[in-house]
């Protein structure tokens, strides 16, 4: 798997609680992949650069793997 829906990343990678407030976030534009506005359905791949307003703050990030699914939660 090298490619991962936006709204399926951020919940996996733990940055939104639920898929439904990251599709949320995503259509009011809260979110940003590689400088873009993007929708839940954009594809992330390693190496994105993504901005996160959430909860008041700007997170900046860039992803150097994606999750897999079924893996433990530490």
Do not use: F, Q, S, W
Request: proline share 3%; glycine share 8%.
């Amino acid at each position: 798997m090298d490619e991962l829906r936006l709204d399926l990343y951020l919940k996996r990678c733990r940055l939104i609680k639920r898929r439904a407030l990251a599709n949320a976030a995503c259509t009011r534009g809260l979110i940003l992949l590689n400088g873009a506005a993007a929708r839940p359905v954009k594809k992330v791949r390693v190496g994105d650069k993504l901005n996160l307003r959430h909860g008041g703050r700007l997170l900046e990030l860039e992803v150097v793997a994606l999750p897999r699914k079924g893996e433990k939660k530490v």
